[in-house]
């Protein structure tokens, strides 16, 4: 049974950072694309960042690149969200997925996802 785990979630004040991760279990994506993508309340889900299986390709949501970085560990078929200068507007919950392949921009495309953890920034 495949499982995306996220962790490092929480709150944090406007301006701090915070470092997301998601460990996959029963499956290997050393060879897939993964995303992280969040949902705001009201909101459609959005996406944040995307990585190649290599982690040489990148892509970022408009409104965090610059202060997101998203990168990986294959090794520990894991996946990593750092967040800086943190925003009230990033307040969302925030999931780790995985895909059967490339990576993508879509979430559509993606096969796996985990439950999701809160990230909450006080202004």
């Known amino acids: 049974q495949v499982q995306l785990v996220e962790s490092g979630g929480g709150l944090v004040q406007a301006g701090g950072s915070l470092t997301l991760s998601c460990t996959a279990s029963?499956?290997?994506?050393?060879?897939?694309?993964m995303g992280w993508f969040r949902q705001a309340p009201g909101k459609e889900r959005e996406l944040v960042a995307a990585?190649?299986?290599?982690?040489?390709?990148?892509d970022y949501g408009d409104s965090v690149k610059g202060r997101f970085t998203i990168s990986r560990d294959n090794a520990k078929n894991t996946v990593y969200l750092q967040m800086n200068s943190l925003k009230p507007e990033d307040t969302a919950v925030y999931y780790c997925a995985a895909a059967k392949g490339r990576y993508s921009v879509r979430a559509v495309e993606y096969a796996y996802w985990g439950h999701g953890t809160q990230v909450t920034v006080s202004s």
């Open positions: 029963g499956r290997t994506f050393s060879t897939d694309g």
């Open positions: 990585i190649s299986w290599s982690g040489y390709s990148t």
